[in-house]
Structures are given as structure tokens and as C-alpha cells.
T-cell receptor, first 112, second 116 residues
């Protein structure tokens, strides 16, 4: 079946470091991917998205990279701050394009 | 930006009772709303897709008679957990699709359900 997963369940970094969170997806037909940030007890918050016709997209302090050859997605956070501590999920639209499927999540912990 | 509101944010109910959770799109009309369930330290699991004016589409393994979904208007979808049991305790999150492509999605803040 289709699934979206993450390589590491947890990532710990020092404040100011760059963080890289990875995600592998299985549905080669997926054409739209989104990264979400979820703080404890809250709903997911949109960070950045990317379509399959792109391999890189930049936002404010965040960059998403898409490698369709190996079906790999990554989120890079520059100059990580304590406020970035949260669980990060990648998500993709399912094959039918009717629902957003979430990966397992990576917990990012930023220490001062 | 688009806002999706859920109510209640927290609810405790007795086993055997039913509880309703509302999901509202506050500043846009949402033709499609999605309901997710999330267990502690786990990912979001899609329960059902709700289209305005039609029956919800449930994911495999989700009991439609247990989790009643109604999408009566373009700004409101409700999830009713019927005859709730402690194992139904979870974090329920809704999301609403902003445009017809369905690609722009906004999430609510979630509703904590505890069944005692």
C-alpha cells in the first residue's frame, strides 16, 4: 500500500545549528508533498509544500528538497531555534488525489 | 489566513454516551473536510473524507456507525463518536480544503476526547 515514512523518529540539535529532517515515500505517482509542524496538543501547522515538477523550494529559514528518483523528501531548517522544537510530519496526497496521508513524524528537540 | 476551528477543544464523557465534535471553516467555504485521529506520539490517521451534501467516505477499518460524520454546510462538519468507550479516547483533528483542487488544506487545533 501507499505510505509515507520518516527515517528517524527523533532529532536533537543545538540552537543555531541547521536541521535536516528526512522522509521517504512509496507512491511514485504522488505529485504534491507538504511538511507540517505539530506542537504538543495542537493541530498540524503548514510549513512548506512542493510539487513533483520541482526539486527544491525555499521559504523563510526552511527549504524542502524532493528527489523523485529515490522517492525522498527532506526539510531543512536553518539556524534552528528553540521554538522549532516540535514534531514534523511529511504528508502526500494519496493515489486518488483525494486525501492527505501523513508519515510517522520526527520529533525535533532544540537545546539552547 | 484561512482558519479552521474545532469545538470542543477538550471533552470528557462517560462510557456509553455519544459526543459530537464540530469543525468549522471560519473564513472560507470548504467543499471537503477531513477527519483524523491521532494517538499519543503517533502520526495522524485519516478516518474519513467529508464532502458537503454527500455521505462521508471512510477509510478501511473505520466504523462508520461508530464515527458518524455529517457535512451539512460548506463551513461545518461534525464528527459524532457514538457509544463511546475508553479506547475511543484520542486526539481528533479536522482539516478543510480551501480550493477545488483540494491541495490547500488547513487544520483545526484538534479536540481531545477522554472517555471514562
Amino acid at each position: 500500500g501507499e505510505s509515507v515514512g520518516l527515517h528517524l523518529p527523533t532529532l536533537s540539535v543545538q540552537e543555531g545549528d541547521n536541521s535536516i529532517i528526512n522522509c521517504a515515500y512509496s507512491n511514485s505517482a504522488s505529485d504534491y508533498f507538504i511538511w507540517y509542524k505539530q506542537e504538543s496538543g495542537k493541530g498540524p501547522q503548514f510549513i512548506i509544500d512542493i510539487r513533483s515538477n520541482m526539486d527544491k523550494r525555499q521559504g523563510q529559514r526552511v527549504t524542502v528538497l524532493l528527489n523523485k528518483t529515490v522517492k525522498h523528501l527532506s526539510l531543512q531548517i536553518a539556524a534552528t531555534q528553540p521554538g522549532d522544537s516540535a514534531v514534523y510530519f511529511c504528508a502526500e496526497w494519496d493515489q486518488a488525489g483525494t486525501a492527505l496521508i501523513f508519515g510517522k513524524g520526527t520529533t525535533l528537540s532544540v537545546s539552547s | 489566513g484561512a482558519v479552521v476551528s474545532q469545538h470542543p477543544s477538550r471533552v470528557i464523557c462517560k462510557s456509553g454516551t455519544s459526543v459530537k465534535i464540530e469543525c468549522r471553516s471560519l473564513d472560507f467555504q470548504a467543499t471537503t473536510m477531513f477527519w483524523y485521529r491521532q494517538f499519543p506520539k503517533k502520526s495522524l490517521m485519516l478516518m474519513a473524507t467529508s464532502n458537503e451534501g454527500s455521505k462521508a467516505t471512510y477509510e478501511q477499518g473505520v466504523e462508520k456507525d461508530k464515527f458518524l460524520i455529517n457535512h451539512a454546510s460548506l463551513t461545518l462538519s461534525t464528527l459524532t463518536v457514538t457509544s463511546a468507550h475508553p479506547e475511543d479516547s484520542s486526539f481528533y483533528i479536522c482539516s478543510a480544503s480551501l480550493d477545488s483542487s483540494g491541495n490547500t488544506i488547513y487544520f483545526g487545533e484538534g479536540s481531545w476526547l477522554t472517555v471514562v
